[in-house]
């Protein structure tokens, strides 16, 4: 490390040390069970964890006491989102009303704003979890991270947190702009820093298309390690990495509600390791509750392991797995998130960025659903409960990424209608699907 990455890793473990120390405990322990599968420290951990996370739940919420003469973990309904939002005063622990309590807001890929509350230890371990899952990628703490986000749809880093944390924040809507994807390639190679990436994908792929058409020179060795994070990473984009950049960039799958569920190791794999440090992971049949043996496609259902405020028992992610296992240690095999139609702006070219996150800055909204009827006509359903007065700044929005000529009409709504699948489609081209 260099002297002054260095000098910020040192100072953040004091930070820690001299206000008790808990990140580095959780730190620890989530490293011994990774790194240690099968033994029965580790298993003893892990059935703890578990037993005592259900037993909170059923002796301090409204929502899970009904399962008090519980035998097994499979004794409990399974929840999702909706079912959390419909019930979620019964769903907060009584022991923690009192308490600290961090809000986590998701939406995009459902189309419906969607919250939760941490706890302080909860917050400390998914700390912990993003120091070890990012160690395990290349990162450490010092280096300096550019972070490739949609970050119009999420609370702006100040200037001294940026400083602080060593963050280059990256637009990922920018890069549409062939000169943002240069200045971040000049930087990169100018930098004297350890560098390290985060972001979608989308943002990876974009910048090594770039490369591929422009021929243009990166310095090697200068990327020291890349993270792909909220959309699924492709055989190209972890190739072209590879090709351009020396990097073998690692695909993370989590989520704001979570945490990392798991990631990838580095080697050029294309399996997930399983984070059952923090998280108890089942498969799930597509139409029923039942398990599927390992091998077979499921609905992945977590449970959060470390979440007292709202404990989240069976949670339904959304999103479909392959579950499996190499010696001791538990793997997805693959992973499908949820499927969203491709949506065009009005020039023709294809959006890649998921929109359905736009609805983050309007927790006002209970779902809403966008619609592609032409090459510049759209219609946003909208359903909510309250009068929106958002609404030409929730167009203005969209118009951002489809062009100011984009003719988009709003209709209000009581439901977006379910799938048969039972789930909803939020971005939808009627161009070419129906």
């Known amino acids: ?23 580095r405990k959780h730190y620890d322990e989530i490293k011994f069970i990774i790194e240690n599968p099968g033994s029965s420290k580790s298993n003893q951990l892990r059935d703890s964890y578990l037993k005592n996370i259900v037993n ?39 022991k923690y009303l009192d308490k600290p309590k961090f809000v986590m807001a998701t939406s995009g890929s459902t189309g419906m704003p969607f919250k939760i509350y941490h706890n ?10 993003t120091i070890f899952f990012s160690e395990k990628a290349g990162f450490t703490i010092g280096n300096k991270l550019t972070y490739f986000r949609l970050w119009n749809a999420f609370e702006k880093k100040n200037k001294l947190d940026r400083i602080l944390q060593n963050i280059k924040p990256v637009d990922v809507f920018d890069l549409q702009d062939e000169s943002v994807i240069k200045n971040v390639l000049n930087e990169l190679s100018s930098s004297s820093s350890s560098n390290s990436w985060l972001g979608y994908a989308s943002a990876y792929e974009r910048i090594c298309k770039y490369l591929d058409h422009t021929n243009e020179y990166v310095k090697p060795n200068k ?31 989590s989520n704001i509600e979570n945490g990392i569920i798991a990631q990838q190791p580095l080697g050029n794999k294309r399996y997930f390791r399983i ?8 498969i799930l049949e597509l139409n029923t509750n039942r398990r599927v043996e390992d091998g077979k496609p499921g609905r992945i ?45 009005t020039k023709g070219n294809a959006i890649t960025l998921n929109l359905g996150l736009l609805v983050n800055n309007y927790p006002t909204l209970k779902q809403f659903q966008f619609i592609q009827k032409t090459p510049k006509n ?29 003719n988009i009409k709003v209709s209000y709504i009581n439901e977006i209608p379910l799938l048969a699948s039972g789930k909803r489609r939020v971005l939808i081209n009627e161009m070419f699907n129906s």
């Open 120 to 129: 302080s230890n909860k917050r400390l371990r998914n700390a912990a979890d």
């Open 378 to 406: 759209y219609e946003l359903r909208i359903n909510t409960d309250h009068d929106f007065d958002s609404e030409q700044d929730f167009v203005n929005d969209f118009k951002t990424y489809l062009g100011e000529d984009a």
């Open 275 to 282: 984070n059952d440090a923090s998280y108890y992971v089942e």
């Open 301 to 345: 259902v977590i449970t959060d392991l470390f979440n007292y405020y709202m404990p989240m028992i069976r949670y339904d992610t959304g999103d479909i797995g392959i579950k499996g296992r190499i010696g001791n240690i538990p793997i997805f095999k693959e992973i499908s998130g949820r499927k969203y139609d491709l949506i065009y702006d």
């Open 56 to 94: 909170h739940a059923v002796n301090s919420t409204d929502y899970f006491k009904s399962f008090k003469n519980y035998t097994s973990i499979e004794d409990f309904h399974v929840v999702n989102k909706n079912i959390i939002r419909d019930n979620f005063k019964d769903f907060q622990s009584k």
């Open 223 to 253: 990327l020291r390690s890349s993270i792909a994070m909220s959309e699924r990473l492709n055989d190209y984009t972890k190739d072209a990495m590879l090709t351009h950049f020396g990097a073998d960039v690692v695909s993370r799958y």
């Open 1 to 23: 490390m260099k002297p002054f990455e260095l000098l910020r890793n040192k100072a953040f473990w004091s930070v820690d040390a001299v206000t008790g120390g808990r990140k």
